[in-house]
């Protein structure tokens, strides 16, 4: 597609609850980055992807919080055991390679009640 | 790590009005340096990009800024501000390392342009 897409756009999901929330980027871009938005706040990382590797997982705020990329293009995250902390927009970004500008997705919308 | 920091979080302007909206980082090496801005429902966008060269970077819609590495900063300006420029406003730094970097944001702007 012509830009990134993210989906589902809202989750509401009851605490306690497993979500996967998935990331289509845009084709041929080599890296994609996983953010979290919290209201009010700025974006914040969470993991990295370079084709299907990992390399950076740093900013995974616990255990509950799992990233893959098996064959290089569509990301999912996932969390398991979902709190109410968790609530935030969750933004994936694609950029084709190091050193040139990132795309964003619209986001998804993650409610924990 | 790098850290980012814009001065103000909430701005209400008149039309015609001129913008500068601060925004201050925190490195010990090169970066690279952006804002992006996210228009109410809409995904955030690229205004513009700073990597090299001239310090004094024009972005779309009549967005400027610039890097005054001496002060850390890239402040964005617009001479004349419109309605349709309310939105939240980023200012993002990645380091120049040519690795896996990815985006430190500030807290973010709320931009409110008044008719």
């Known amino acids: 597609g012509a830009g990134v897409s993210q989906s589902p756009r809202y989750k509401v999901a009851k605490r306690g609850q497993d979500v996967a929330l998935r990331c289509d980027p845009i084709?041929?871009?080599?890296?994609l980055f996983w953010y979290q938005q919290a209201l009010g706040q700025g974006p914040e990382f969470l993991t990295y992807f370079q084709n299907e590797a990992q390399l950076d997982k740093s900013g995974l705020p616990s255990d509950r919080f799992f990233a893959e990329r098996p064959e290089g293009s569509v990301s999912t995250l996932k969390i398991q055991r979902t709190q109410q902390e968790d609530s935030a927009v969750y933004l994936c970004?694609?950029?084709?390679?190091?050193?040139?500008?990132?795309?964003f997705g619209q986001g998804t919308r993650l409610t924990v009640v | 790590a790098q850290s980012v920091s814009q001065h103000n979080h909430h701005v209400i302007l008149s039309e015609a009005a001129s913008l500068e909206l601060g925004c201050n980082y925190s490195y010990g090496g090169t970066v690279n340096l952006f804002w992006y801005v996210q228009y109410p429902g809409q995904h955030l966008q690229l205004l513009l990009k700073?990597?090299?060269?001239?310090?004094l970077v024009k972005g779309i819609k009549g967005f400027e800024a610039e890097f005054i590495k001496s002060k850390f900063s890239f402040n964005l300006r617009k001479p004349s501000v419109q309605w349709s420029d309310t939105a939240e406003y980023f200012c993002a730094v990645t380091p120049l390392r040519g690795g896996a970097d990815g985006l430190t944001f500030g807290k973010g702007t709320h931009l409110i342009i008044q008719p």
């Open positions: 084709s041929g871009h080599v890296s």
């Open positions: 970004a694609s950029r084709y390679r190091d050193n040139t500008e990132a795309f």
């Open positions: 700073y990597f090299s060269g001239d310090p």
